[in-house]
């Protein structure tokens, strides 16, 4: 999938502005709405500013506070052929929107044996880490794995965020692509010109040979930053796996890795009691029982509403650090 | 803005009074035979009968174009008969058939049919309220005068995604006919009980959108009232809300003993049956003999019987449905 060849360096929400620009330049059927998406507003952290002063106010919607309005006017527009990229400003917010989302976007196709399929995208942000609290803070992507009909992509590069976008939008099944505010001002190389990444491609973001950490999305950014220190400081050798789509999942990479290291530990900003990880840890255990090394150990959120004090939230949240303690548990384990 | 009638636009020609008999008997019929098998154990299969409200479909279908849009609800057989979804797809997706519309993937409640222009049939009340706005959006964005009704029940009325809906379709000025089918009961509970107002097509104030109340047991009254809200959208005049009153003869599911429905009120109910009502007035006025309604009466009937058949005739789905019309592209799906 991957054709661009030069790059430059650009934000993570930067690239997210750049796949939606390229979209709506690509094809007329391709409309953004949400909440306040439109100039001067541009988005409420930027990813959509000027997108309506170069396409149109017709092609950048505005629209009310109504999250289930946004997601169903989305899956009507689907249904004719359009192609509608709805925004839930924050995943807290996409509560409003479940109804429209799990009981009529993701079961459309099959519902009506492909006679109405629904090719919606939902893009949706993470707040976490901005100490704004327990309902602007959530990480539910686990919500929407565990119901059959929905991709999920949750990019931790902004690379990955343009081609995963890019992917979604115009992808024949609905999709949720969760970004990370807390990333959006990370940089880093992103592709020129059209840029997909193939949903259900997990990338090695770092070769390793001792331990694999599983992550997507921030989590990929503390693993990184635990992979160095341990590498530099502790001899081990970590590679770290960026899922990149929790739907489809890279079950040939996953496999691929871990039979290569023998240990294992899943990171995620979701909550960990489970979480994506508990999906992802039993697949490691049944597929490598006779090899693993050691128990697969999972970082996650604390099973806690997300506190607003910075030291609190913090506590809560997984961490490079505590992404590292779990990898010595994994290396020094004896049965 | 809310009247006890609208405005006569279309004059009901012998042709259309035709056709407003002939759905109200096909509806009906249909209901029947389906209540029949039901309670004799012929087969196992729900409905949510509509007997009783059929002249609401009888006069949106005569009123619309096969080109314009319905969403409706699990209460919506008559809805499907009238907007011209084949019977064998209707029936055969009820006893879940390979000849049904979705080859039994969808049951009752979830029966498309893009060809008759059925695009969503709804089991969660109120969820297809916002999904007609996007309908109706890409109508606009295609150039197309088409319009888009939506009928749900009293009881939708007092969801978020019906006020959702209606506040984005005024705002949008989009060509939506919300249809409500007041049968005057929210599942068991009484419309009394659920809402202080009047009447529903009051909620039309609030998104400064035309409404109408109509007596939802007069086919031509119902011919009339959408004939004109689908002038005015198409036109670029907005939305309309109509109330079309009527009853429900045979509760909230087939099978259900109504212990909540006074004995005396549904007695004086079907004693105003529809059907019989409006026979009495084509003949009283002239409009068709009794030879063409009887005909039309048995060529219903004959109908729904050759539908049944082949429908009973027909094989249950393949088994490997589940592997079909989920997502395009499976690689990376859970099996």
């Known amino acids: 999938m991957t054709t661009a060849v030069e790059t430059k360096t650009m934000t993570f929400v930067g690239a997210v502005n750049e796949a939606l620009d390229e979209a709506l330049a690509a094809d007329p059927r391709v409309f953004l709405l949400g909440e306040d998406l439109a100039d001067p507003a541009g988005g409420v952290s930027g990813a959509t500013a000027g997108l309506s002063t170069k396409h149109g106010r017709d092609r950048v919607l505005d629209t009310p506070i109504s999250e289930a309005a946004i997601a169903g006017a989305a899956i009507g527009a689907a249904l004719e052929g359009r192609i509608p990229v709805a925004e839930i400003m924050i995943m807290d917010f996409i509560t409003i929107a479940m109804d429209q989302i799990v009981n009529l976007a993701a079961k459309a196709r099959f519902m009506s044996a492909n006679r109405t399929p629904c090719p919606i995208t939902v893009r949706t942000a993470s707040f976490g880490g901005l100490g704004t609290g327990a309902t602007h803070s959530q990480s539910l992507e686990a919500w929407f794995m565990h119901v059959p009909g929905i991709k999920v992509a949750i990019p931790s590069t902004p690379a990955d965020a343009k081609g995963l976008l890019t992917a979604a939008i115009f992808d024949p099944d609905p999709c949720l692509v969760v970004e990370t505010v807390a990333l959006y001002g990370s940089r880093g190389e992103v592709p020129i010109g059209r840029y997909a990444v193939e949903l259900g491609t997990a990338d090695v973001k770092r070769q390793g040979s001792d331990v694999t950490v599983v992550a997507y999305g921030r989590a990929v950014v503390d693993a990184l930053a635990a992979a160095e220190h341990l590498g530099t400081t502790e001899g081990i050798d970590v590679e770290v796996l960026d899922l990149r789509t929790l739907v489809p999942l890279d079950t040939d990479a996953l496999r691929a890795s871990v039979g290569k290291t023998g240990r294992a530990v899943v990171a995620h900003y979701a909550v960990e009691f489970a979480g994506p990880g508990a999906e992802l840890a039993a697949r490691i255990a049944a597929d490598h029982f006779g090899s693993l090394k050691a128990p697969v150990r999972r970082v996650g959120a604390r099973f806690r509403p997300i506190p607003a004090a910075r030291g609190l939230e913090q506590a809560v949240y997984p961490s490079a650090e505590r992404i590292a303690a779990a990898v010595r548990e994994t290396m020094t384990f004896t049965r | ?335």
């Open chain 2, 1 to 335: 803005m809310t009247s006890t009638a609208a405005k006569t636009s279309a004059p009901v020609t012998p042709d259309v009074a035709r056709q407003l008999y002939t759905t109200m008997v096909l509806s009906a019929a249909c209901d029947e035979r389906l209540r029949q098998g039901i309670s004799r154990g012929e087969f196992a299969a729900t409905i949510w009968p509509s007997r009783g409200q059929e002249a609401i479909p009888a006069g949106f279908g005569a009123a619309l174009r096969s080109d314009d849009r319905l969403v409706t609800t699990y209460r919506g057989l008559h809805d499907m008969i009238g907007k011209g979804v084949p019977l064998v797809e209707v029936i055969g997706e009820v006893l879940g058939r390979r000849v049904g519309a979705s080859r039994g993937k969808g049951g009752t409640m979830h029966i498309t049919c893009p060809e008759a222009g059925v695009m969503l049939c709804t089991g969660i009340v109120g969820a297809g309220v916002p999904v007609a706005v996007g309908l109706a959006l890409a109508a606009r964005q295609e150039g197309s005068d088409r319009v888009v009704a939506v009928c749900f029940g009293d009881g939708a009325t007092n969801t978020g995604s019906f006020h959702e809906g209606m506040n984005l379709a005024s705002t949008w000025q989009l060509p939506v006919i919300f249809i409500c089918q007041n049968n005057l009961f929210a599942e068991m509970t009484p419309i009394g009980e659920t809402m202080h107002i009047d009447q529903v097509a009051d909620r039309a104030l609030a998104y400064a959108m035309p409404g109408f109340r109509v007596d939802g047991n007069d086919p031509e009254a119902v011919y009339h009232a959408v004939s004109e809200a689908a002038e005015r959208g198409r036109a670029g005049g907005g939305p309309t809300l109509l109330e079309c009153v009527t009853f429900r003869f045979k509760g909230h599911y087939a099978g259900d003993p109504q212990r909540y429905m006074p004995a005396e009120r549904l007695a004086a109910a079907e004693a105003a049956d529809p059907i019989p009502r409006y026979r009495r007035k084509l003949l009283e006025t002239g409009v068709l003999s009794e030879e063409v309604l009887t005909a039309i009466d048995e060529q219903s009937k004959g109908q729904v019987d050759e539908a049944m058949n082949a429908v009973l005739a027909a094989p249950p789905p393949e088994p490997d449905e589940l592997d079909k019309d989920f997502f395009l592209d499976m690689k990376g799906i859970p099996t």
